[in-house]
């Protein structure tokens, strides 16, 4: 067996994995924003004992342990070299953990894990090459090719948010105008709602804004499911521009398959099967059959179950050792 | 050794690679636009036998023979499925030649072949992946990963010409809208050269247009280079677009090195300088070495010299046998 955390901006996981990849035991702290990493580290080994400590098992029975880390981490050193979210910068997350937690530690990105998850016991299981996006907060996304994650040269690939759709369009975080991540994230459906509601005051659209509070994907898909012709016209625009990246992803890459995750790929059909017709439409090669475009199957268990799998799924990983 | 064949829209190339990857004997003929596939098949066999003949080898002596042709190939049927630079649709490439050339035939995309001739000795050789965007009358590309071309499922990926730069600009070719190919090809210089002589009808660039015929990248480039300010203009400008689309390839794929070939890339550091500089201005991940970006070395030669070399270095190739 094997153990998955997963780090986030806000909360940490930590689970017991079995053979059969199924979670056994599941632990979760709040990061704390701003505390020193060496506080994270220490509390991410005590979750590391007490998911043992739930089921009766011990570190021999462990496997390995990997770590799923928003931004860019260096696999091969373990490292976290810069990671917005939390604020980190060069943290050396598996030297800091091993004083605790003396075993195999992987480390990646945690969209990568995420991906990695979906393909070994998710959606894009069994593919020969898959790409899983995430719409959330931002564009995230983590790339499989040949059954491992492409990390690329520098570890530093999977930036998938940040190809350009619209040169000299909407700033993005990362300093460049009009990355995917600034049309296709939640953040930008939300801004996008806004403004829709301004233009139509009597819609059903800018009611919900009224009445529930700020939007969010859920409040912004239950108006156009009740056929409000201005979050109708919303989601048009929203789903033309997640197609636009799905697009550009499938012409350069050519995967098998394209899993769409985040928390609102919980739309299913309903936000699947425009982005499939507007891909159909707009890619490159139409004379071989289109990659298979699905929703993600594991949720927030993914980044979980792929960080325990990292030992052996990282195509540039050096084991670190102990 | 090896025999390598190159076929493109107005002319096809056929030589004989020797062991060290050089080419002991060439001969080239015209493709002859509209002709039936079988008869341009029937030449290419005849070339075959003259590049052995030249140099007194038999075909016994060869390894493998490899086409590279425009367009998107099915590598392990040995089919073009599509290629809209020759007009061909379902052309059974191996089988036809076999008829003739009693061989193993290999098949790929030309762009993915000049990427193999440039990864196995010209500018990305010895990389552990790499990009050779070819800025031309389209823009073209071939990823090497590992070692091997990377060819996606479904054998249609490397069109990184399309990917969408300018959501809803220019119309490209392929029928999207903004696509990168409409921006940083050879062609797209060309009309944006077009719009700045109208622009600045004093200027050097107007009176090349008026002196010397239409534009091309080489009279542009001599523009510039003689500090017209509406060539530095128009050239600042390509630049950006040509910056984005790499940097876009860097943010998903982190290659170790980006090879910049077609023809104005005989352009050299005048043209590189200013795009590597946007270009690490713009990446995601500034936080880890910018991948190489450079010029490519092997010029016409790299897509027969790739074609030759196809055995062994196509990630999803099965020999067809013969």
């Known amino acids: 067996m094997r153990i998955g955390v997963d780090i986030g901006g806000t909360k940490v996981s930590c689970a017991l994995v079995g053979e059969n990849k199924t979670i056994l035991s599941k632990v979760s702290f709040d990061t704390g924003g701003g505390r020193p990493y060496t506080d994270v580290l220490h509390d991410v080994a005590n979750s590391v004992y007490s998911v043992l400590d739930q089921t009766g098992y ?4 462990v496997e390995a342990i990997g770590l799923g880390c928003p931004g ?5 050193k373990g490292e976290v070299i810069y990671s917005n979210n939390i604020a980190w910068e060069n943290v050396p997350l598996v030297k800091t953990l091993q ?4 075993k195999e530690i992987y480390v990646d990105n945690d969209a990568n894990c995420a991906a990695l998850g979906e393909y ?4 894009s299981q069994g593919t ?12 995230g996304g983590g790339i499989i090719l040949g059954g491992s994650i492409h990390s690329g040269f520098n570890s530093a690939a ?3 948010g940040h190809m350009v759709i619209v040169s000299g369009g909407m700033p993005c975080t990362c300093g460049r105008k009009g990355c995917w991540e600034s049309y296709a994230s939640i953040t930008a459906l939300v801004r996008m709602a806004e403004e829709m509601a301004e233009q139509f005051p009597d819609s059903l659209l800018a009611e919900v804004k009224k009445r529930s509070g700020p939007f969010n994907g859920k409040n912004i898909f239950n108006a156009a499911r009740q056929n409000d012709p201005a979050a109708l016209k919303l989601l048009d625009k929203y789903y ?3 197609s636009e990246g799905i697009i550009d992803l499938i012409n350069v890459f050519q995967p098998q398959m394209i899993v769409i995750g985040g928390g609102i790929s919980s739309e299913g059909d309903y936000l699947l099967l425009p982005i499939i017709a507007n891909v159909k439409k707009g890619v490159y090669c139409k004379q071989v059959p289109l990659p298979q475009i699905t929703i993600a199957k594991l949720n927030n268990d993914a980044g979980i179950i792929g960080a325990a799998y990292l030992k052996g ?5 050096v084991n670190p050792g102990i």
Chains 1, 2 share one sequence.
């Open 120 to 123: 070994l016991c998710g959606a």
């Open 72 to 76: 860019i981490l260096d696999q091969q």
């Open 313 to 317: 799924y990282q195509a540039t990983a």
């Open 240 to 242: 033309y521009f997640v």
């Open 128 to 139: 020969s090459s898959s790409i899983t996006v995430t719409l959330g907060t931002g564009v």
């Open 99 to 102: 004083k605790y937690v003396p």
């Open 158 to 160: 999977n930036a998938i």
């Open 58 to 61: 011990r570190l021999d029975d």
